[in-house]
C-alpha cells in the first residue's frame, strides 16, 4: 500500500504563533523537529498496520522545514517551493492520503487558521458557495482521482471539519484552539502516539474509506484583503472580478480549477502596507 503524505507545520502541538513556523525565528527549529516526529509517527503507524511506500510532500511555507536526517528511512520527500502542484504534488498514485500538521480555514478561530497565504492578503476562499480550507480543496483534488484521505492531524477545528466532510477519515487532535494564538495542546510525545495509532487505524480501516469528490462544475471564489490584489491577479481570461476585493473563475474539471487556484495564488501579494 502505497501511502502519500502531506505535511504542514500549523497543526503540530505547541504551535500557537507565527514565529514557531518562520525560519531562522527562535522557536522554529524545536517546531521543525516536532514536524518531523509527527511525520515519522504517522509513517510508523501506517507501517505497522502493512503500508509499505511512503511518499512525504513538504508542504508548508518555503517547503524545506522537515529535518532530512530524522526522517524515517522508509520515506520518500519531495522538498522545495516551486511544485505544480505545490501542497499535492506526487500524489498520483496513492492508495490513501494523510494530512498532517493542517490547520483551520481563514475566517474561523482555529490555531493560525489561514487559507494558503496570511489573512492579510486572503480573507476567505469559497468552493462551489461553501468555505474552503486548504484541506478541503487538497481532498477534493485528490478525490477527483479516487484517493480517499485517510488521516487528519491538526486542532480540534481542523479535525471537525474533516470529520464532516470526509467518510471513514481518521483523526488525530492534537490540541484544542482557544484563540487563534492559543491553544491546550497534548505533550509532543501523547500526540505522536495518538498519530501513530490513529494512521495504523486508517490504514488498517482502508476499505471504510471513500474519496471526497464533489460534482462539477467547479466554482471557486477568493476574497483578497484589498483591492489592489484583487485587481493584481487578473491575468487569466477565465477569472471575473465579481466585488472590488473578489474574484471567481468555474471550470468542468476539478483538476484544472484548482490549478489556476495556484495560479492566482502565485499572483497575490500583500499590498505595502503590511509590509
Known amino acids: 500500500m502505497k501511502v502519500y503524505i502531506s505535511a504542514d507545520m500549523e497543526g503540530v502541538t505547541g504551535v500557537t504563533h507565527p514565529q514557531d513556523v518562520i ?19 504517522a509513517i510508523d503507524g501506517a507501517g505497522r498496520a502493512g503500508a509499505s511506500d511512503f511518499v ?20 520518500e520527500i519531495i522538498v522545495g517551493q516551486r ?17 498532517v500538521g493542517y490547520h483551520a480555514r481563514a475566517g474561523v478561530e482555529g490555531v493560525l487558521s489561514h487559507t494558503y497565504s496570511s489573512p492579510n492578503e486572503v480573507i476567505g476562499v ?27 492531524t491538526g486542532d480540534d477545528r481542523t479535525c471537525g471539519e474533516a470529520e464532516s466532510l470526509y467518510a471513514g477519515v481518521r483523526t488525530a487532535r492534537v490540541k484544542t484552539a482557544i484563540d487563534r494564538y492559543t491553544a491546550r495542546c497534548l505533550a509532543p ?21 471513500s474519496a471526497y469528490a464533489q460534482e462539477g462544475p467547479y466554482t471557486f471564489e477568493v476574497e483578497f484583503a484589498t483591492a489592489s490584489t484583487a485587481a493584481g491577479v487578473l491575468h487569466f481570461p477565465q477569472l471575473e472580478r465579481t466585488d472590488d476585493r473578489i474574484v471567481t473563475w468555474t471550470h468542468e474539471d476539478y483538476a484544472t480549477a484548482y490549478k489556476m487556484f495556484i495560479g492566482v495564488m502565485s499572483m497575490a501579494h500583500s499590498d505595502p502596507d503590511y509590509g
Do not use: W
Open 56 to 75: 512525504v510532500n513538504e508542504a508548508h511555507d518555503g517547503m524545506r522545514n522537515i529535518v532530512l536526517e530524522d526522517l524515517d528511512p522508509r520515506a
Open 83 to 99: 511544485k505544480p502542484l505545490v501542497m499535492m504534488e506526487g500524489v498520483e498514485g496513492a492508495d490513501i492520503c494523510f494530512f
Open 189 to 209: 510525545d501523547a500526540a505522536r502516539i495518538l498519530i501513530q495509532e490513529t494512521a495504523a487505524n486508517a490504514v488498517s480501516a482502508v476499505g471504510d474509506l
Open 126 to 152: 469559497q468552493l462551489n458557495g461553501e468555505p474552503c480550507s486548504e484541506a478541503r480543496m487538497n481532498a477534493a483534488f485528490t478525490g477527483s482521482l479516487g484517493i480517499p484521505v485517510g488521516l487528519v
Open 23 to 41: 525560519p531562522c525565528r527562535p522557536r522554529y527549529e524545536q517546531f521543525r523537529r516536532s514536524l518531523t516526529a509527527d511525520v515519522n509517527a
